[in-house]
Nanobody, 127 residues
Framework: VQLQASGGGLVQAGGDLRLSCAVS????????MGWFRQAPGKEREFVAA????????DYRDSVKGRFTISRDNDRKAVYLQMNSLRAEDTAVYYC?????????????????????WGQGTQVTVSS
């Protein structure tokens, strides 16, 4: 299974970015999906997750109301729409797949719940 994240870049505070993650080599519709991020000198942290069906989502508190996770099972992709970006959102963003999710699983927020990871895409927010 391969995950390819894209869409990162440099944006001013208050701006928007949309990250994409294309998944290949596996049954995408059976995966729970998540986004994580790692800022310089900090541990990787949970950002958002979405269930297999897309009906259930979860977010870390600091991004609620600003970020939206979505998925397109036909395109085998997951997205993270990031609005009203702040300097503290600066990080490398990683997408991850949970192959053990069942249809009724809630999205996972723990790293250990994910078994496939993408390479990361840099998001830099200038203040």
């Amino acid at each position: 299974v391969q995950l390819q994240a894209s869409g990162g870049g440099l944006v001013q505070a208050g701006g928007d970015l949309r990250l994409s993650c294309a998944v290949s080599g596996g049954p995408f519709s059976r995966y729970g999906m998540g986004w994580f991020r790692q800022a310089p000198g900090k541990e990787r942290e949970f950002v958002a997750a979405i269930s297999r069906s897309g009906r259930t989502t979860d977010y870390r508190d600091s991004v609620k109301g600003r970020f939206t996770i979505s998925r397109d099972n036909d395109r085998k992709a997951v997205y993270l729409q990031m609005n009203s970006l702040r300097a503290e959102d600066t990080a490398v963003y990683y997408c991850a797949a949970d192959s053990r999710a069942i249809l009724t699983s809630a999205p996972r927020s723990a790293e250990r719940g994910y078994d496939y990871w993408g390479q990361g895409t840099q998001v830099t927010v200038s203040s």
